[in-house]
């Protein structure tokens, strides 16, 4: 009963739309590593003003390193190691690469992340110019698009990719409903 009246309450508010939530669009990520081997998961909630990643990563995955990593979106939804299968990172505007670019960023930059001694690690980012389904920029299109970790940490500024080395992980985005 309270739960309902709080829901009533919300949606007068205008806060919370029963249709809304459940139409939220959801994908999965299963991130693997060049052997293959599955060392975390992510997943992400497009919402009306961009997309909401959430990454996990398994203590003490194998082949990563303690560390900061760079984290790109990359174009094609395709993981065969060494992972060049992914394309080059999703830059539909065509921008240059990086946070500190003058003409960036690409719509795929992500921030670093920092792989901690125990290897375990969850991290939340939100990528305003990104869509799952729907609209400009989004990610599940014709040839899908990927989530890529590379080997260094992105500097934010040097074309094309920030100079973060070769690519250690990978993960396909799917829907979450196909699953």
Do not use: W
């Not at 060049?34 to 996990?56: F, K, M, N, S």
């Not at 539909?92 to 990086?98: A, L, R, V, Y």
């Not at 400009?136 to 040097?158: F, P």
């Amino acid at each position: 009963m309270k739960e309902n009246a709080l829901l009533i309450a919300l949606f007068v508010l205008g806060l919370y739309s029963r249709d809304a939530a459940l139409a939220q669009e959801t994908a999965r990520v299963r991130i693997i590593n060049t052997e293959r081997q599955e060392i975390g998961q992510a997943t992400l909630t497009d919402t009306p003003a961009g997309v909401v990643i959430t990454l996990t990563l398994r203590e003490k995955p194998k082949g990563l390193s303690p560390g900061p990593r760079a984290l790109h979106i990359h174009a094609v939804g395709k993981c065969e190691p060494p992972f060049k299968s992914a394309g080059d990172h999703y830059n539909p505007e065509k921008k240059h690469h990086g946070f500190l670019a003058k003409d960036g960023p690409h719509a795929g930059d992500l921030p670093n992340i920092h792989i901690p001694e125990s290897g375990q690690l969850t991290v939340e980012f939100f990528a305003p110019d990104l869509r799952l389904k729907e609209g400009k920029n989004r990610l599940m299109d014709e040839d899908g698009s990927a989530i890529v970790i590379h080997a260094q940490k992105d500097d934010y500024r040097t074309d094309p990719a920030g100079n973060a080395g070769d690519r250690i992980a990978c993960g396909v985005i799917e829907s979450a409903k196909s699953k």
